[in-house]
């Protein structure tokens, strides 16, 4: 078993930065593939990054591509998602997911272990 937890979410204005953190406890975390996902309002929940074991191989959402950056500190069994320029239509709540078996996945199903989310407002 995973337990994960999100924090560092809050109100930025267009053009700002938050870092993500997502905290896990339980079984040993480096062996895990780590995701973001979001969800805005009255929309699906929908990938936004992950990578898999040593964080050496990541992979993000074309949305986010070039202004999200995912870390992880395998000591501290924490995953991060650094966002810079963001923009309103980032507004979602964020969250961290971990998927037990090897091979980035972005479908919301191939993943086994999931926070209670994190909230992002992007105001214009």
């Known amino acids: 078993q995973v337990q994960l937890v999100e924090s560092g979410g809050g109100l930025v204005q267009t053009g700002g930065s938050l870092r993500l953190s997502c905290a896990a406890s339980?079984?040993?975390?480096?062996?895990?593939?780590m995701g973001w996902f979001r969800q805005a309002p009255g929309k699906e929940r929908e990938f936004v990054a992950a990578?898999?074991?040593?964080?050496?191989?990541?992979y993000y959402a074309d949305s986010v591509r070039g202004r999200f950056a995912m870390s992880r500190d395998n000591a501290a069994n924490t995953v991060y998602l650094q966002m810079n320029s963001l923009k309103p239509e980032d507004t979602a709540v964020y969250y961290c997911?971990?998927?037990?078996?090897?091979?980035?996945?972005?479908?919301?199903?191939?993943?086994?272990?999931w926070g209670p989310g994190t909230q992002v407002t992007v105001s214009s």
């Open positions: 997911a971990a998927r037990s078996s090897y091979g980035i996945r972005t479908m919301i199903r191939d993943y086994d272990y």
């Open positions: 990578f898999r074991g040593s964080g050496s191989v990541t």
């Open positions: 339980g079984r040993t975390f480096s062996s895990y593939v």
